[in-house]
């Protein structure tokens, strides 16, 4: 498989073209014969024309790639060699939606043929790869594991807005059913990983191993979450603090802060799940959810604690939130905390304006029914800076000054100008 990829006698397809699929796909478009899948016909035609829909990559990083985008289950029928990478949400409820993974099991298993790969990098409990996906492949396709088709997963680390920390450069950790088909997966993802590979013992290993990296940051995260909120009925400023710790060598640089997006604010709700599946309870990861999820209500009940003590009618204050997507410098907005914020502000009747130079009005609208302004007034009662973007990077104290009103509230989540401000009311995490 390995040698007929790379002499384009085969060829290899990515199922999911978001921020993971995409990148995957032309990295081994460069080197082999790539289809690229998406169920989304819209974006399949933004992609053939070089233009990435989730606005993290250059319309450079298609050139010279051998690869056709299609939303057609008939192109599949021409790889060999599949590559799973859609999302893995939860509900409502913090409950895993495996609905876009079965999906594309099935989808796999209408065009798998004999002798052919299945790696799936989505993030998963342990388990899910052989005990749900696996299923449906066999029943669709008719075909049986290890006689007929190999199976493996290799978790992606693909982290938006990181420019440094890409797709070559970051060891890629894979597993298959088998010896074999583990030398093989090794040997097709080393094409285009320079750092090589790690190979786990197992899928489960492999699965795992992805779940508890951001399971580890998460409760990290939560713990400085906790310690800002002691911190701030201390009086001393938590930036501050963890400054003067971070002078130990082993002490480890986390930060308060929302905890939104499609990894550290889901990933551990698959583990908790699979472990509660189990009879196991957890303690720490979900008490480390707990605290993160509430975070975007504490910071709106703070503010309004301090209208209030200014003799602020609430529901004549005027807030303005800079910022609405999951992190800073990207334009994804999926399970962007910044959103609460903005409702319990909404819940205390706050009248509240959002901005964000990266986010997609429309888009926004449509999953949150909340409106963007394009320019901001010149009478805010507070301004919460909620995303750090290099774009607010160079707004100083004057800029803030000249939108709030005298007795003005600055609201600054990251800390990022806490060594600026002099003059204005001013808090941060």
């Known amino acids: 498989m390995y040698q007929q990829l790379l002499n384009k006698e085969k060829k290899l397809a990515v199922i999911g073209l978001g ?32 233009i990435d829909p989730s606005n993290e990559l250059e319309k ?74 696996l299923p449906v492949i066999e029943q669709v396709s008719g075909l049986k594991l290890f006689t007929d088709f190999k199976l493996g997963y290799s978790p992606e680390r693909i982290n938006p807005g990181d420019k ?38 197992s899928i489960k290993v492999a699965e795992a191993a992805k779940i508890i990296e951001n399971t580890q940051r998460d409760v990290n995260i939560a713990l400085m979450n906790e310690l800002s909120c002691i911190f701030d009925r201390m009086g001393i400023n938590t930036y501050e603090v963890l400054k003067a710790a971070g002078t130990k060598w082993n002490f480890l640089k986390f930060f ?19 472990a509660e599946a189990l009879g196991y309870k957890s303690e720490v990861i979900l008490a480390g959810r707990r605290i993160n999820d509430d975070m975007g209500a504490r910071i709106a009940k703070k503010l ?17 939130v800079m910022g609405a997507t999951f992190k800073e410098n990207v334009s994804d907005i999926r399970n962007s905390k910044v959103v609460d914020v903005i409702k319990a502000l909404k819940d205390f009747s706050v009248q509240v304006e959002v901005t964000d130079p990266y986010a997609d009005s429309e888009e926004f609208h449509h999953e949150y029914g909340i409106d963007f302004i394009t320019t901001p007034a010149k009478d805010y009662d507070a301004v919460i800076l ?40 001013y808090w941060s995490l």
């Open 19 to 50: 921020y993971v699929g995409l990148p995957i796909a032309l990295e081994f478009a460069k080197q082999i014969s790539v289809i690229g899948f998406d169920i989304n016909p819209k974006r399949v035609e933004m992609m053939r024309n070089g």
């Open 60 to 133: 450079e990083a298609f050139a010279g790639c051998d690869i056709h985008f299609t939303a057609d289950l008939e192109d599949l029928k021409q790889a060999s060699f599949f590559i799973v990478a859609v999302p893995t949400p939860v509900d409502v409820h913090n409950v895993p939606d495996l609905k876009p993974v079965l999906s594309a099991s099935r989808t796999i298993g209408a065009v798998l043929k004999k002798g052919d790969y299945v790696v799936f990098e989505s993030t998963v409990y342990p388990g899910c790869t052989e005990e749900d996906c």
């Open 164 to 201: 440094e920390h890409t797709l070559t450069k970051i060891t890629k950790v894979v597993s298959g059913c088998d010896a074999e088909s583990l030398d093989t997966i090794a040997n097709v993802y080393e094409i285009v990983v320079k750092a090589g590979t790690h190979r786990a013992s």
């Open 256 to 274: 308060p802060g929302l905890v939104g997006g499609h990894c550290i604010g889901v990933d551990p709700y698959y583990l908790t799940y699979k």
């Open 304 to 320: 309004v604690q301090q209208l209030i003590q200014l003799d602020k009618q609430i529901a004549h204050t005027k807030v303005l």
């Open 386 to 425: 909620a995303v750090n973007h290099d774009k607010f990077a160079d707004y100083d104290e004057a800029y803030f000054k000249a939108m709030l009103k005298p007795d003005g509230i600055l609201v600054d989540i990251k800390g990022d100008k806490r060594n600026q401000i002099k003059d204005l009311k």
